[in-house]
């Protein structure tokens, strides 16, 4: 509940250049072709509900206090997110987990991370839908992905791209509580960001992290 230069200026984050060992211009195409398609249609089914949605979803209050200035993975969530990172390179594809803790301190504690099945997902990974419906509050926060894929055949992408970010809005739209989201783009750093009406942290030291 949905996986932030000279040359490389207009290209979004989850685009892959063409090069030695990366995947061939037209599977990018249709793989960037099934992204944004399953997200117009998670988009579309979300519109077409939400009138009986708006009835009968739980909301779940988040205080503006709570709003996190950093975040910190705890012991345990960081071998959870390890184990997410090394499934994903194996597998040469995307892997997501729905993550939860507390807020306290001004600090977002990561401290529960729960992968989701692959068998669920499509060639990009897990499906939006899933990751949305699974990772729900207040067992859940919000959600992890990998990105394992490298713009130049060196360098990561280091924070989400405008599908991630889709995704991440259609989870705060089902269940309008503050989320926290993060990408893991390393075998041991992830960037994090809350999302919700009392604001939010999306750029800055504070949204680095490891693990």
Do not use: N
């Not at 009138?51 to 979803?57: S, V």
């Not at 060196?154 to 809005?169: I, K, N, Q």
């Not at 269940?175 to 041991?188: A, E, N």
């Amino acid at each position: 509940m949905g996986r932030s230069g000279g040359g490389r200026a207009g290209r979004s984050p989850g685009e892959l250049r063409s090069g030695p060992g990366r995947r061939p211009a037209g599977r990018r195409l249709g793989l960037r072709v099934r992204a944004w398609g399953w997200l117009v249609a998670a988009l579309t089914a979300q519109a077409l509900t939400a009138p009986a949605a708006a009835t009968q979803q739980p909301r779940y209050e988040t205080t503006p206090g709570s709003t996190p200035r950093r975040f910190d993975v705890d012991p345990g969530a960081d071998q959870a997110f390890r184990a997410l990172w090394a499934a994903s390179s194996a597998a040469g594809a995307e892997r997501v987990a729905c993550i939860g803790g507390e807020r306290r301190d001004g600090i977002g504690h990561i401290s529960r991370v729960l992968a989701l099945a692959p068998r669920e997902a499509d060639s990009l990974g897990i499906a939006a839908s899933t990751s949305i419906d699974r990772c729900a509050p207040p067992e859940w926060f919000g959600t992890a992905h990998t990105h394992i894929a490298l713009y130049d055949g060196l360098h990561p992408y280091p924070t989400f791209s405008g599908a991630d970010r889709g995704v991440m809005m259609l989870w705060w739209r089902r269940w309008r509580v503050d989320g926290i989201f993060c990408v893991l783009y390393s075998p041991k750093d992830a960037h994090c960001e809350t999302l919700g009406a009392s604001g939010g942290l999306i750029a800055g030291p504070g949204t680095q992290t490891s693990y």
